[in-house]
């Protein structure tokens, strides 16, 4: 489920950081971001647990209700804590506004997929005007099946070549 709305998170702002969990898998995942963030666009996101001190800026909660509660209580301000309840295994909500993101998932496979998620708005956003802004939406979505894969052909194609990026 998609809705869109009006403006961007500027993830190049100063003083944007990532708010985390305290989970492993998160503290990974927040490193992702940070990593591709940095690598494709130049921009420092640096994160931080939620037991540090608070921060002025933009800010990407990123994490499971149960490890990060102020993911609960932006959730609930805005209607979703029953979806997200709702949600099976793998599931994840994305809401991006002009300050804050919140990419919530249902278990560590969840958290990892809605940090993907993001990340791929953060690169529509860059396209339009080379900036990694992500759009502001509200992303609810989970695995209708048990299994995930793809397929690469290495036909030899000159478009498609076969590089560690494209892979990844």
């Known amino acids: 489920e998609l809705k869109t709305d009006q403006g961007s998170l500027d993830t190049s702002a100063p003083g944007t950081h990532i708010l985390l969990g305290n989970a492993p898998e998160e ?29 002025v800026g933009n800010t990407i909660l990123l994490g499971r209700s149960d490890t990060l509660p102020r993911i609960e209580s932006e959730l609930a301000k805005r209607g979703l804590s029953e979806r997200f309840s709702a949600l099976p295994p793998e599931g994840y909500i994305v809401v991006v506004e002009p300050n804050l993101a919140i990419l919530a998932g249902k278990d560590g496979r969840g958290t990892y997929y809605a940090a993907r998620t993001f990340l791929q708005l953060t690169a529509h956003g860059a ?28 036909s030899g194609w000159p478009q498609d070549p076969l590089t560690e990026d494209m892979l990844k």
Request: overall charge positive.
């Open 127 to 154: 396209r339009r005007d080379r900036s990694p802004d992500a759009p502001c939406c509200t992303i609810i979505d989970w695995p209708d099946k048990p299994v995930r894969g793809y397929m690469i052909f290495t």
């Open 27 to 55: 503290i990974r995942i927040g490193g992702v971001i940070h990593q591709e963030l940095s690598r494709t666009y130049g921009v420092s996101v640096p994160s931080r647990t939620h037991a540090s001190p608070a921060t």
